[in-house]
């Protein structure tokens, strides 16, 4: 029993952080029609934020996520200006722009701070929490109602802000947004400065719970890829809940065969289900 | 008319750079050459970049010392480095680059992926290869030695000293990454604990790739062990794995071939590690001799802010044995140096004299084995609790026999 | 003065001349007919005037302003809106949410009050979807509003089309082929509702196949060939024009069918 719980625990606790990291990829493509390999790379700039703010300089925990909520998504916005708006929307061009970002971007990383081992993130709350006789640190606990709330205030800032909605519009159809009057670039660059950030979030949490180094963003985004692709691309409700069924399929096969299998059932699944319906498992919203 | 002017002069400019190309081989014709070829970036970088530590105060201490005397010559040592980035394609590169163009007459290299790759040249050209990686040996790679390492042959050692100091301790769980490095510690430590009479209710490699261990320490948890080995797990798993047994409410012996404190301690209290048994000492441990802290001293004097780890005197550690090889020989030829450390009957590993060691699972007795030091971790610091022998271990038929059984069910290949 | 004028209009597509020099002026309050055989860079001035493509030369005005470097959403801000010939709809809403959202982007409502839906900012969310409903009827497509758009009929498109293109206020709208698909009843529904948004203030440019609906419903007609303009003025002058009736020829057969 208690072995049940302790899985269905890892498991949202995954599929959290799936979430996270695939909701930013799908908005950019959505709206950008990007497939931005270098959110991978901003979710790892999120967690050295946090390493060099909370590890290094002290400063609480919480303001350094914010701190790197706010830089990566900067960052992000900045690339879609300097980078991503010479793609003019085609997709392979956008895709190659990304690669090279990626280099330009781990290549930062290691000149700056160097290679060599981890960076260690302690832990900001490593007491452990016991619900009901299944423990974990509050530490990857607070995963789960952290991403519950960005992705909330995400969900609210798409239904009722005019600028959600025109972001919403332009991911649909950006023609049809155009003659509504809705700029395409400002709704990229708002994309970007959000998927990012939702990036840079994400690898914020997980700077205390993973590995910190220059790599730490490639297995991230294909994983990120299987989920916003099995979600259905640009589609948000469509990608949270790809990220709960990958959290747990993961979950439950690296518990009782081994984390390998876990990779294959994973891309099997997404096949199938690609095959099964290739506009993704939601369809359309 | 002008541009046959410019073509001489450029020629001319070409032949005496080349000229003073050789003219300065001349004059260092007493340097003798070492080629470092190991990952200095990439994700390996944390198995390569240190040893440049030690092999920089090694040369530089014997080079102010007026050079290494073989035979009537003297001669000041150069190591040339090459950054493979744990790449099979990359080091054959370098390889060929430091023996043809730099002629070096040996080379430090990590082992693993870049070995295979690398060998059929190295062989050919007799170069002598020091790894340290002990299951790298094989027959057919003749000037292939580990001199220093000895994994995964100390994992036998470890898990002896576990069922001596903790009779109490009789469920063993082993993970590490499914690679060959991981798969030979898991194999290697399996046969250790069955071989010590404890059960090992969970062995199982994971995926490289892996970057949540959560579910994976549920189901050893599941097994309820008294004993986490982590085998061979990389440093940056180490640390996950760590954390995740501790929160997950695990209390036990930790064990693991090599350590990465720093990243371990910042996820876990130092409690949780109390008593977990490896077999790296700290060179300031108050067991090692003289020549251990005063190497202690000088690297803590260049790099304030390092972290120690064995990569940083493992390297160093194949120089001292190459450097003992070519006094005997009396040459720094590669062929000699190699023959006269295959001759001589022991030969002084960094920890005390050590005996050649590997035929029967290697295919080749290139393995220096000496008396290996067992550590534990007290206040966050490994000391020295024991000292054990391999070849003591083998003396008893039965444990060798658990040995070579559990090798042959992890499909490892022997050659009793 | 004149609402929409093109000054030496052109674009070429490689050494493809697809609009060569036009000069066209449309005054406020007029439908205007712009005809032309398949391929004559009807649609293509549509995109140049939008700012869909950067035109070759020339310039584009609309009251009075330069807006020939303007992006599509500036255009559509200025008040000059348009619908495409393969209609460009949110295909994944239904009709209603379609108009719904293009009237709430044009929703000027503060941050805060977007946030909180203030009793007022739900009186106005209620009042777009009235007015959307209003559109929609206006356009013959209240039975149909909860259907998704991307599964209604081609005619309906073009008529969800406008009615979004509608949402917007436009002082002037663009219709390509707006009756492409639609039955004769529809096209004379439609051809109305056209006649109507005269009614109501909005100038109208209509570029459309169906001559004998261009015929009864324009004031004035242009007509344009391989990116020329060939003839210009009321149904009878274009249709008398020899250059119309050649350009015609071997195309659709008899262009004054009236
Ligand atoms: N993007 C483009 N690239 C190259 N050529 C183009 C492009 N768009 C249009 N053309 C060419 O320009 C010419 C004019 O095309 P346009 O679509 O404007 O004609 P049209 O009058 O709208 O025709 P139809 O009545 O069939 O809709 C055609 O020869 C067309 O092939
Ligand atoms: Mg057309």
Redesign the pocket.
């Known amino acids: 029993m208690e072995f049940l719980f302790q899985t269905i625990l890892n498991g949202l606790m995954t599929s959290s952080f799936y979430a996270l990291i695939a909701v930013g990829l799908s908005l950019v493509f959505g709206v950008m029609h990007i497939v931005n390999f270098a959110h991978g790379e901003f979710y790892m700039l999120g967690a050295y934020t946090v390493w060099i703010l909370f590890a290094k300089l002290q400063w609480p925990f919480f303001l350094a996520v914010a701190a790197a909520i706010v830089l990566v998504g900067l960052l992000g916005l900045i690339s879609e200006r300097l980078i991503f708006r010479q793609a003019h929307g085609q997709v392979l061009s956008g895709f190659i722009m990304s690669v090279g970002l990626v280099f330009i971007l781990q290549v930062a990383v290691v000149k700056i701070w160097g290679l060599g081992k981890m960076k260690p993130v302690p832990a900001a709350f490593p007491e452990i929490l016991n619900l009901g006789g299944v423990s974990t640190s509050w530490q990857r606990f607070i995963v789960i109602p952290v991403t519950i709330l960005l992705l909330g205030a995400l969900w609210v800032f798409l239904d009722r802000f005019r600028i959600g909605r025109a972001l919403r519009a332009s991911a649909l159809n950006p023609d049809a947004a155009a003659l509504q009057g809705i700029s395409p670039k400002k709704c990229a660059a708002v994309a970007m400065l959000l998927g990012s950030a939702m990036a840079g979030a994400a690898g914020a949490l997980m700077a205390p719970i993973m590995s910190v180094h220059p790599y730490m963003g490639h297995s991230v985004v294909w994983t990120a890829f299987v989920v916003v692709i099995v979600g259905g691309p640009g589609n948000i409700k469509g990608s949270i809940y790809a990220a709960l069924l990958f959290g747990f399929l993961t979950t439950v096969i690296t518990t009782w065969i081994d984390s390998t299998v876990a990779d294959l059932v994973n891309a099997l699944v997404m096949l199938f289900l690609l095959a099964l319906r290739p506009e993704g498992v939601m369809g359309h919203d | 008319m002008t541009r046959k002017v410019w073509m001489g002069l450029a020629l001319l400019a070409v032949f005496s750079l080349f000229s003073l190309g050789l003219q300065e081989a001349w004059a260092a014709e007493e340097t003798v050459k070492i080629g470092y070829c190991a990952p200095l970036s990439g994700p390996a970088a944390a198995w390569g970049l240190p040893g440049l530590e030690g092999t920089s105060i090694w040369v530089d201490k014997v080079n102010a010392a007026g050079g290494l005397k073989v035979g009537d010559k003297t001669y000041k040592i150069e190591i040339v480095k090459y950054d493979d980035e744990g790449d099979g394609a990359k080091a054959l590169v370098g390889v060929k680059k430091l023996v043809l163009e730099d002629k070096v007459v040996a080379i430090l290299m990590l082992g693993g992926a870049t070995t295979p790759p690398t060998q059929p040249f190295l062989s050919k050209e007799k170069i002598m290869c020091f790894v340290l990686i002990a299951s790298d040996i094989a027959p057919d790679r003749p000037y292939l030695m580990d001199v220093t390492d000895n994994f995964p042959a100390y994992h036998l050692l470890h898990t002896e000293y576990i069922a001596d100091a903790h009779p109490k301790a009789k469920k063993a769980a082993i993970i590490s990454q499914d690679d060959e490095i991981g798969l030979a510690a898991i194999a290697w430590s399996e046969a250790g604990f069955k071989a010590a009479g404890i059960d090992v209710v969970y062995s199982k490699a994971f995926g490289v790739s892996t970057t949540d261990f959560a579910p994976i320490i549920t189901a050893v948890l599941e097994k309820k062990p008294d004993i986490i080995s982590m085998g061979a797990s990389y440093p940056e798993f180490q640390a996950l794995i760590c954390e995740q047994a501790y929160t997950q409410g695990w209390r036990g012996i930790i064990t693991s071939a090599c350590w990465d404190f720093g990243a371990i301690l910042a996820k876990v209290p130092k409690e949780f590690m109390e008593g977990a048994v490896s077999g790296f000492p700290d060179f300031d441990d108050p067991k090692l001799t003289k020549d251990h802290h005063d190497f202690w001293a000088e690297w803590k004097k260049r790099y304030p802010d390092h972290s120690f780890s064995e990569i940083v005197w493992e390297y160093m550690g194949a120089l001292d044995v190459w450097a003992y090889g070519a006094q005997k020989a009396g040459s720094v030829k590669s062929e000699d140096v190699f023959k006269a450390l295959k001759a001589a009957d022991t030969v002084p590993h960094s920890f005390g004299p050590g005996k050649w060691f590997g035929k029967e699972t290697f295919g080749n007795d290139n393995l220096l084995v000496p008396t290996w030091p067992i550590t534990e971790i007290h206040g966050g610091k490994p000391a020295i609790v024991a000292y054990k022998n391999l070849f003591d271990w083998l003396k008893d038929a039965k444990k060798k026999q658990i040995l070579f059984d559990t090798l042959k069910a992890w499909n490892i290949k022997t050659y009793q | 003065m004149a609402l929409l004028q093109l000054k030496n209009l052109g674009k070429d597509?490689g050494r493809?001349v697809?609009v060569n020099r036009i000069d066209l002026t449309v005054e406020p309050g007029e439908i205007r007919g712009l005809i032309?055989p398949?391929?004559?860079?009807?649609?293509?001035i549509f995109n140049l005037i939008t700012g869909f493509i950067p035109p070759s030369r020339g310039s584009v005005f609309f009251q009075g302003e330069d807006i020939t470097d303007l992006p599509p959403h500036a255009v559509a801000r200025r008040g000059l809106a348009r619908t495409f010939?393969l209609t460009t709809l949110f295909k994944e809403m239904t009709a209603l949410e379609n108009v719904v959202m293009a009237c709430h982007l044009h929703l000027r409502v503060g941050l805060w009050r977007q946030f909180w839906r203030t009793a007022r900012t739900r009186r106005r969310e209620k009042a777009v979807e009235f007015r959307a409903m209003e559109l929609l009827e206006f356009m013959g497509m209240a039975e149909r509003a909860n259907e998704l758009a991307g599964e209604l009929p081609h005619g309906h498109q073009c008529a969800l089309g406008i009615s979004n293109a509608l949402a917007t206020n436009p002082k002037m709208i663009l219709l390509d082929e707006p009756v492409g698909g639609m039955n004769p009843t529809e096209t004379a529904q439609t051809m109305d509702r056209i006649r109507r948004l005269r009614d109501l203030g909005i100038t109208v440019l209509l570029v459309e196949?169906d001559m004998k609906a261009v015929m009864s419903t324009c004031d004035r007609i242009t007509c344009i060939n391989f990116g020329n303009k060939i003839a210009e003025g009321t149904a009878r002058d274009v249709c008398s024009s020899q250059d119309v009736i050649e350009a015609y020829l071997g195309g659709t057969s008899g262009v004054c069918s009236l």
């Not at chain 3, 398949?38 to 293509?44: A, P, R, V």
């Open positions: 597509f493809l697809a032309g398949n391929g004559s860079g009807k649609t293509t010939q196949h």
